[in-house]
């Protein structure tokens, strides 16, 4: 009698069920597989380094997290002697309270006239290096508004280092201190070392330059001019040896605003 | 064989010392560690109490003993409020006095505005703000008091340059010479700010445009930093058994282009009123 032959594990039993079976048996042998990996003690002593250190790394996240956030929450939760505000009408018959009050009430107002005295309702411009911007105030209302060009904030250095310029626009409160009209730029020595030409004697006709500060010119001090450009395309942007540039037109209008002895405000 | 065993045994007997000698650590350090945070967390709350006790001393009301009167009008709501309107005056009228230029924050009307001489040169609209427990709620007549000196800052730090100074080596002759380059007005800078100020105060000046992910991490990194900075210091002071510093703090938030002009405005030394 012939023996039947079993079907091959690897072999479908049927045409009908083959991928099931098969995928059955992988999964077995995978089973099997990772059942010995983690009886491997390499595996195990690995995974347990790997909880060592995640938790250790989630602890100190935690300890972190409590002395930065935590404990400022803390201390801002904390009560502090608090105010009790009262509104009480026996005490506003009180004198003591009244004298009080009043002179408290005094001294408001002298502050508040002295503080509105320092509003001058003259006319003033106000400049704002940081985005290069003017506004022009005529009795405290602004009439009018647009760019200029402010310092670049360069040092300039010789070679040699033994000099060196920071060209850049001066800050706070500064008058008028003289007009020009169609102004001549005496070129200081850092226009010459920044071009690299030699630094002629100081009335040399070389340093005198005609037609570049545009027509009209005002000193606010220590050799700071605000005048008119040729370079108008960098207007907005921080391109002067400290200067404050402004185009044509509005040149014109703050030359005819301002006196001398007007306020000009740099920030 | 037997010996083998033994052997065996004993390795094994030392390696279960070893363990429960490590758990035994473990429970000490970390018992260690919880009271450690436990010390800080109580020896920091400490703070606010003993900075509000300075300013008491600093700034309070002089009452003499007995006096109930005094003691109640500096409680009153009428007299607290033209205070407040004092205070304020009094440190913008001194900071005038000087042709410098100076900041005043307005909390109650949201602006941070700068000023030279009394006159207002820049507004900055305050978005958001945030002010430490004991200037909220701590003592009126102190809060107030404090507040009618101007704070003169003493330290700042910030994301970007004060001054952006360019270093240029001057050419040696007229072949070298290269024109300046036009600066780049497109680059965006996330700017945060913090200005240490007198009376231990801290002036924190953020940029309000968070929509973007590079200008929220930029704001959680200079936190985080000055976070960890403030929480080094306090550590510190309570591992040597003295009560970390509190500073109290105020909290603004402004557009981004208004922190720029504030910071690079206000002088090194520079002064700040507060109007809470």
Redesign the interface.
């Known amino acids: 009698m012939e023996e039947e032959k079993l079907p091959d594990i690897e072999q479908p039993l049927s045409d009908e069920i083959p991928q099931f079976r098969g995928i059955i048996v992988i999964l077995a042998e995978r089973l099997r597989k990772l059942r010995n990996v983690l009886h491997n003690d390499k595996f195990i002593r690995s995974l347990k380094i790997i909880s060592i250190i995640l938790s250790a790394a989630i602890s100190a996240l935690a300890?972190l997290a409590?002395?930065?956030?935590?404990?400022?929450f803390?201390?801002?939760?904390?009560?502090?002697?608090?105010?009790?505000?009262?509104?009480?009408h026996e005490?506003?018959k009180?004198p003591?309270?009244r004298k009080?009050?009043s002179n408290?009430?005094r001294?408001?107002q002298r502050?508040?006239r002295?503080?509105?005295?320092?509003?001058?309702g003259q006319s003033?411009v106000?400049i704002?290096?940081?985005?290069n911007r003017f506004f022009l105030y005529r009795n405290k209302q602004l009439v009018r508004e647009g760019f200029c060009s402010s310092g670049?904030?360069?040092?300039?250095?010789?070679?040699e280092g033994d000099k060196k310029w920071?060209f850049?626009t001066p800050?706070?409160?500064y008058r008028i201190q003289g007009k020009t009209t169609h102004p001549v730029w005496r070129r200081p020595d850092w226009a010459f070392?920044?071009?690299?030409?030699p630094i002629p004697s100081s009335n040399d006709p070389s340093r005198y330059e005609y037609g570049v500060l545009g027509d009209y010119a005002m000193a606010i001090g220590d050799g700071y001019l605000i005048h008119g450009t040729i370079y108008k395309r960098?207007l907005?942007?921080?391109?002067t040896h400290g200067c404050v540039r402004l185009n044509d037109e509005d040149l014109e209008v703050i030359f005819n605003t301002l006196s001398v002895g007007s306020?000009v405000?740099i920030? | 064989m037997s010996d083998q065993r033994f052997i065996f045994s004993d390795v094994m007997g030392s390696d279960s010392i070893y363990k429960k000698n490590g758990r035994v650590a473990f429970y000490v350090t970390t018992g260690l560690?919880l009271a450690f945070?436990i010390y800080?967390?109580v020896i920091?709350?400490l703070?606010?109490?003993r900075k509000?006790a300075e300013l008491?001393s600093e700034f309070g009301p002089k009452v003499e003993e007995g006096q109930k009167?005094?003691e109640?009008?500096?409680?009153?709501?009428?007299?607290?409020s033209?205070?407040k309107?004092?205070s304020w005056?009094?440190a913008?009228?001194l900071m005038?006095q000087t042709?410098?230029?100076y900041l005043a924050i307005n909390l109650a009307d949201s602006t941070a505005e700068?000023e030279?001489?009394?006159?207002i040169?820049?507004s900055a609209k305050i978005s958001n703000y945030r002010i430490?427990?004991?200037l909220q709620?701590?003592?009126?007549?102190v809060i107030y008091s404090l507040f009618s000196q101007p704070l003169t800052i003493q330290n700042d730090v910030a994301t970007i340059k004060k001054?952006?100074?360019?270093?240029?080596?001057?050419?040696?002759?007229?072949?070298?010479?290269q024109p300046?380059v036009?600066?780049d007005?497109s680059l965006v800078e996330h700017v945060n700010l913090i200005l240490e100020v007198s009376q231990g105060l801290r002036i924190y000046i953020y940029q309000e445009e968070s929509d973007k992910p590079a200008g929220k991490g930029s704001t959680f990194r200079f936190d985080?930093y000055d976070?960890?900075y403030?929480?080094w210091n306090?550590?510190r002071s309570a591992v040597l058994f003295r009560v970390p510093e509190?500073q109290p703090y105020i909290k603004i938030k402004i557009p981004r282009?208004d922190v720029?002009?504030i910071y690079?405005?206000l002088?090194r030394n520079g002064q700040i009123a507060v109007y809470s």
Not at chain 1, 193 to 197: C, D, H, I, K, R
Request: proline letters at 5%.
């Open positions: 300890i409590f002395v930065i956030y935590f404990v400022p803390l201390k801002e939760s904390i009560p502090v002697h608090e105010t009790v505000v009262t509104a009480d005490l506003m009180d003591l309270y009080e009050i408290t009430n001294d408001l502050l508040n002295k503080y509105t005295n320092y509003t001058s003033y106000v704002n290096t940081t985005e670049s904030y360069t040092m300039l250095k010789t070679a920071i850049k800050k706070g409160k070392v920044e071009e690299g030409l960098f907005g942007m921080p391109v306020k405000y920030f | 560690i945070l800080y967390a920091s709350t703070g606010p109490s509000m008491i009167t005094g109640r009008i500096y409680a009153d709501s009428a007299y607290l033209l205070l309107e004092k005056l009094q913008k009228t005038a042709d410098s230029i700068i030279i001489s009394g006159v040169v820049h430490s427990n004991i709620n701590g003592d009126r007549n001054e952006p100074v360019m270093i240029k080596i001057a050419p040696k002759d007229t072949s070298e010479f300046d036009i600066p007005t985080l976070r960890l403030y929480a306090a550590l509190y282009e720029k002009i690079r405005a002088p």
